[in-house]
């Protein structure tokens, strides 16, 4: 059974810093490529990044909003995927979710699996 | 970055009841386009992809269909469970972006 469970969330001031974590199993994690989506309370989705496989470089993309202060990785010796968050604002504040994206093909590349999401509060 | 406009934001509906609901993409998008429901505190579920494509173990109820800018999301028979948030998503691009949801809920 494919699990995605992140953790690390919690409150945080502006300006501050946090580091998600989402644990994967039930599936090979280094064959997939991985993203983050979050949820500010009440709204809708939004992507927040990508970082593809092994086979791809484990290249990166990023939403507009966040970057320059998010950082994606992951350590597939320990199915893990990161999301760095540093120079943290207010709007940040939201949900946030890991999800497998289901193929790397072009076109295909929709999220068929994410974790129950975690909690971001940036406030002073 | 692509547009997402899913019509409407907002249906009230009853079961038995058969439902459309519309996004549509500021610039062609091909076929690349997935829908999701979220249900209140859960995460989303993938139901439909490559615009018409029924995900695994998503009830047949479900459909979807369209391309280039204008996609639909069909239910053919309200259930309970169906009552939630959809949002549809487009792949073709960077970034990636989804529509702003449509709510919906018991008539």
């Known amino acids: 059974e494919v699990q995605l469970v992140e953790s690390g969330g919690g409150l945080a001031q502006p300006g501050g810093s946090l580091r998600l974590s989402c644990a994967a199993s039930?599936?090979?994690?280094?064959?997939?490529?991985m993203d983050w989506v979050r949820q500010a309370p009440g709204k809708g989705l939004e992507w927040v990044g990508r970082i593809r496989n092994r086979v791809n470089s484990y290249t990166t993309e990023y939403a507009a909003s966040v970057k320059g202060r998010f950082t994606i990785s992951r350590d597939d010796s320990k199915n893990s995927l990161y999301l760095q968050m540093n120079s943290l604002k207010t709007e940040d504040t939201a949900v946030y979710y890991c999800?497998?994206?289901?193929?790397?093909?072009?076109?295909?590349?929709?999220?068929?699996?994410w974790g129950q999401g975690t909690l971001v509060t940036v406030s002073s | 970055d692509i547009q997402l406009t899913q019509s409407p934001s907002f249906l009230s509906a009853s079961v038995g009841d058969r439902l459309t609901i519309t996004c549509r993409a500021s610039?062609?998008?091909?076929?690349?386009l997935a829908w999701y429901q979220q249900t209140p505190g859960k995460a989303p579920n993938l139901l439909i992809y490559?615009?018409?494509t029924l995900q695994s173990g998503v009830p047949s109820r479900f459909s979807g269909s369209g391309s280039g800018p204008e996609f639909t999301l069909t239910i053919s028979s309200l259930q309970p469970e169906d009552f939630a948030t959809y949002y549809c998503q487009q792949v073709d691009s960077y970034p990636r972006t989804f529509g702003q949801g449509t709510k919906v809920e018991i008539k």
């Open positions: 610039q062609g998008i091909g076929s690349y």
């Open positions: 039930g599936f090979t994690f280094s064959d997939h490529y």
């Open positions: 490559a615009a018409s």
């Open positions: 999800a497998r994206v289901q193929s790397s093909s072009y076109g295909r590349d929709y999220f068929d699996y």
